[in-house]
T-cell receptor
């Protein structure tokens, strides 16, 4: 089955700086990679996703890049704000397998004002 | 409803008791998923349904765990003869169809004494 590893486990940045979180996956058949943001006391919420037919996707201050050859993908947050502080999870799945997402262990991002 | 609703939010039980956790998905969502999330970890897949049919239960840890969704809407996750190792946050998610964005509920935190 799929195995997703995520680094770093904690990340602290100053407001306005960029933050990068990296994930690797093991199953070359995986073709859908979402990123979820989990705030304290809440469930994970999708913030961006990418499919294997593209290498990069952007949504305002958030971008995700995918390297299929190396089997890794990354989340980039620019101009970080204190409200970006949360736990971020990457995940991967082969979509026809029924959306059984395999999650990474999470990254606690802290943005210091 | 507007979101995925789970109840109870908190459940404390004694070892050996049975517990039932309820999930009310977003209206019209075909697919419903159960995940378990230990503290400091990413969500771990348990099982999922399309309508009332259980499509994949390979993530259920053992035969003390079962789930049902008899009318294709509300789902119940039942844990029989609870053990301390069952203590975790149990999260339900739903999606419009099988290959789509998951919306998570706030979770049910189970503590087994």
């Amino acid at each position: 089955g799929e195995n997703v590893e995520q680094h770093p486990s904690t990340l602290s940045v100053q407001e306005g700086d960029s933050a990068v979180i990296k994930c690797t996956y093991s199953d070359s058949a995986s073709n859908y990679f979402p990123w979820y943001k989990q705030e304290l006391g809440k469930g994970p919420q999708l913030i961006i996703d990418i499919r294997s037919n593209v290498g990069e996707k952007k949504d305002q201050r958030i971008a995700v890049t995918l390297n299929k050859t190396a089997k890794h993908f990354s989340l980039h947050i620019t101009e970080t704000q204190p409200e970006d502080s949360a736990v971020y999870f990457c995940a991967g799945v082969e979509e026809t397998s029924g959306s059984r997402l395999t999650f990474g262990e999470g990254t606690q991002l802290t943005v210091n004002p | 409803g507007a979101g995925v609703s789970q109840s109870p939010r908190y459940k404390v039980t004694k070892r050996g008791q049975d517990v039932a956790l309820r999930c009310d998905p977003i209206s019209g969502h075909v697919s419903l998923y159960w995940y378990r999330q230990a503290l400091g970890q990413g969500p771990e897949f348990l099982t999922y349904f399309n309508y009332e049919a259980q499509q994949d239960k390979s993530g259920l840890p053992n035969d003390r765990f079962s789930a049902e969704r008899p009318e294709g809407s509300i789902s119940t996750l039942t844990i029989q003869r609870t053990e301390q190792r069952d203590s975790a946050m149990y999260r339900c998610a739903s999606s419009l169809n099988e290959i789509n964005v998951l919306t998570f509920g706030a979770g049910s935190r189970l503590t087994v004494l």
